[in-house]
């Protein structure tokens, strides 16, 4: 991680740790950047923005800085990453940049970057981007005349990605009752449209954006009010994303959460039983559950383990031709559609395995006993001193020892937010809130808690 950018871009308050002189900045770099690799030819770059207020304001202060350094900028409005990533793939963007700060609240933003394979941006780009940001390299020459670049309404790259979606499905979705919520943001623009059209009967929730209410109390971050709607509608299935639509989150028929972790399952074993899970393996991350890998071991499923981010997720399956991974919090990335997280493409996978198996979510998730976890994340001052403190490695080796083989203990910083992420599993929950305590004493009692 660098100065500025984390796991998943440049993220922070907006006008406070973001503001829109770094994205003036970041686009007058872009521009030049990739006009300077089509030498001499105009680049092309396309923007999408989830539904925050703030990303409007960043919107355009990107294009002012892109089209400054002569670059040709195509909107998408309002839409999802996964979308961004794949009209870049499909209609030969240079680059492409996602205005989102994802699950985060309202007030924060983010801007993440593609590469022109629709893969997120190099790390070597990163470091240019952040000493230019730092002033290192010196101003970068003005597009003047002929060569300022244009803005271009392309809201058909949205609706062409829609289609692809409705092109992926298997079969018609009619007779099945299916609950979405959209947690506010980006997936209104897409989600409802889908499932219209592949015969569902679709039940809409937090899909009235104004701006302040993404992601609050709703969302893949809060699924309470999706398990209730599921419930109450005598839902077959709900799918819950989150702000700008990269992950998905399922309830069953009960109203019972499936997290990533089990849709990794439902849908690896399916693969595997159809032929199609590419050296029989799935990638997950070291936050996945125990209980996963004991599910996977029972099958003959193989599996490798990353780092937390669906970017090192994808790195792995570039790496290796590995085609389904994920995390727990609902990144869900099937290589042969896309190559980030997807969540309306998870829920069609989903939709694909029940119709096809001919079970309910419920059955297809009861073959996973997930262990209890508990995650804290605990506000620090500076979150490398908190977790390289010889006093806090101590106390995260003691609970290691003491747990065994029987769980586990995971301590890491926040990509993208001042936190440290303390993670147990345990035989119960008691044991794994002892077991978060004691970390967070220490934390505590050496001063490094906000």
């Known amino acids: 991680m660098g100065k500025y950018f984390g796991t998943d871009g440049f993220r922070g308050e907006a006008n406070v740790d973001l503001t829109v002189e770094h994205a003036y900045q970041v686009g007058r770099f872009l ?10 030819e105009r680049c092309r770059i396309v923007i999408g923005k989830d539904t925050r207020r703030s990303s409007y304001m960043f919107e355009y202060s ?57 893969e997120k941006l190099e790390e070597s780009v990163i470091a240019e981007i952040e000493d230019y940001l730092d002033g ?40 099945k009752k299916v609950g979405l919520d959209c947690a506010n943001g980006s997936a209104s623009a897409v989600a409802k449209s889908v499932f219209d059209a592949l015969g569902a009967e679709t039940h809409v929730i937090n899909n009235e954006p104004n701006g302040l209410n993404i992601n609050f109390n709703c969302g893949s971050t809060h699924m309470e009010g999706l398990q209730k709607f599921v419930r109450e509608n005598h839902l077959d299935v709900g799918f819950a994303y989150d702000g700008d639509a990269d992950r998905c989150l399922a309830v069953d028929e009960n109203g019972e959460v499936v997290d990533g972790d089990r849709i990794l399952y439902i849908c690896g074993k399916y693969m595997k039983e159809q032929g199609i899970l590419r050296n029989n393996k799935i990638v ?9 890998y004991q599910a996977l071991d029972r099958e003959g ?22 085609c389904l991974g994920g995390e727990q919090s609902g ?45 804290k994340n605990v506000r620090v001052k500076d979150k490398a001193a908190a977790q390289e403190d010889p006093d806090v490695q ?16 995971l301590l890491r910083p926040s990509g993208t937010e001042p936190f440290i992420r303390v993670m147990v599993e345990a035989e119960n929950t008691e044991l794994c809130s002892q077991y978060i305590e004691k970390i967070v004493r220490v934390l505590e009692e050496k001063g490094h808690l906000v």
């Open 136 to 175: 290192k390299t010196g101003e970068l020459p003005l597009a003047v005349r002929e060569n300022i670049g244009r803005t271009q309404d392309f809201a058909a790259g949205r609706n062409r990605y829609i289609g692809y979606l409705i092109s992926i499905a298997t079969r018609s979705f009619k007779g």
């Open 394 to 409: 101590q106390a995260a080796a003691q609970v290691e020892k003491e747990l065994g083989d029987k769980g586990r203990l």
């Open 31 to 40: 521009g030049w950047y990739y006009g300077q690799k089509k030498k001499g």
């Open 284 to 292: 997950t991350t070291v936050m996945s559950n125990l209980g996963l």
């Open 331 to 375: 990144h869900i990335i099937f290589s042969k559609y896309a190559t980030t997280g997807d969540g309306i493409l998870t829920s069609l996978k989903i939709m694909e395995v029940m119709l096809e198996k001919k079970e309910s979510l419920s059955k297809l998730a009861s073959e996973v006993t997930i262990l209890p976890q508990i995650l």
């Open 62 to 118: 990107l294009v002012a800085g892109l089209t400054a350094s002569g670059a040709d900028v195509f909107l998408l409005h309002v839409t999802t990453t996964p979308s961004v990533s794949h009209v870049i793939r499909t209609e030969e963007f240079d680059c492409g940049i996602m205005i989102s700060a994802s699950h985060n609240p309202f007030y924060d933003n983010g801007i993440k970057i593609m590469n022109g394979n629709g």
């Open 301 to 322: 499923i193989g599996y490798d383990k990353t780092a937390v981010g669906d970017k090192y997720v994808y790195e792995n399956m570039a790496h290796t031709g590995n």
